[in-house]
């Protein structure tokens, strides 16, 4: 399975904090990861964010890889429904045009706000393939099969 991902960072002036919160090195050296923002936050206008940094990074990662993102970052898998993910990244190197289904994966105190939104990519020869998946036919109920599992490997209670 791989997982296109749309990653913000969201950190109160301090780079040690934000390159805590960024992709893993090894994985950003290897060219997995694209920045696609940076600067100053302005994710809340309600808020004074000022001092406050921002980027966004992309990529589309095996399931080893989507570990290691979790156990760094500290992010969890969120039952909360989404509208889904805008260009997400895709298995085959080219971003989705419309709207994918994602889940949202949170992390949040007072030095940082992380989001990602994962949209999962079953693949038929993934031996983590969810039992009672039908792969020709991804509709909506397949979608909650692989949130199901999505939740119960990297939710708050996994």
Not at 31 to 42: A, F
Not at 142 to 155: I, S, T
Request: charged share 25%; net charge negative.
């Amino acid at each position: 399975m791989q997982f296109g991902i749309i990653y913000s960072i969201e950190v109160y002036k301090s780079e040690v904090v934000l390159e805590n919160c960024r992709p893993p090195a090894e994985q950003r050296k290897e060219g997995l990861w694209e920045q696609t923002e940076k600067g100053d936050s302005e994710y809340n206008a309600t808020l004074d964010t000022t001092g406050w940094l921002h980027e966004k990074w992309c990529a589309c990662l095996t399931l080893e890889q989507m570990d290691e993102l979790v156990k760094r970052t500290d992010i969890v898998a969120d039952s909360t429904e989404t509208m889904g993910s805008l260009g997400a990244p895709q298995p085959d190197g080219t971003t989705s045009w419309g709207c994918s289904p994602a889940v949202s994966f949170q992390y949040y105190d007072n030095d940082c706000d992380l989001n990602a939104y994962v949209t999962p990519y079953p693949e038929a020869d993934d031996p983590q393939v969810i039992e009672g998946l039908d792969l020709e036919n991804l509709d909506g109920d397949a979608f909650q099969l692989v949130k199901e599992w999505m939740l119960d490997r990297w939710g708050r209670d996994a």
